[in-house]
Nanobody
Framework: VQLQASGGGLVQAGDSLRLSCAAS????????MSWFRQAPGKERELVAT???????NYAEYVKGRFTIARDNAKNTVYLQMNSLKPEGTAAYYC?????????????????WGQGTLVTVSS
């Protein structure tokens, strides 16, 4: 399984970015896909998640500004980030979790992408 994240960069506060994560080696449409972020010196935290049925959930601090979406035909998950803030500076990681793991049926490990760096200047 490979998850290839891209789209990070240096932007100013208030700008937008769209991250992409292309997956291979798994039955993409059946996996929950998520974006996490990790700022320097801080723990990794969940930003947004979308399940196989398309239901989404967001961290409170990104609600109304970020949108997660998936294209099962392209095996890709996106994170549209609008109105970026300096505190959004972090490495952003995509994550894939199997339906079985989600439901507690099996212990298939999560898969992680390599991270893409987002830097938001004030």
């Amino acid at each position: 399984v490979q998850l290839q994240a891209s789209g990070g960069g240096l932007v100013q506060a208030g700008d937008s970015l769209r991250l992409s994560c292309a997956a291979s080696g798994l039955s993409f449409s059946t996996y929950r896909m998520s974006w996490f972020r990790q700022a320097p010196g801080k723990e990794r935290e969940l930003v947004a998640t979308i399940n196989s049925g398309g239901s989404t959930n967001y961290a409170e601090y990104v609600k109304g500004r970020f949108t997660i979406a998936r294209d099962n035909a392209k095996n890709t998950v996106y994170l549209q980030m609008n109105s970026l803030k300096p505190e959004g500076t972090a490495a952003y990681y995509c994550n894939a979790r199997s339906l079985g793991h989600d439901l507690g049926w099996d212990d298939e490990p999560d898969y992680w992408g390599q991270g893409t760096l987002v830097t938001v200047s004030s």
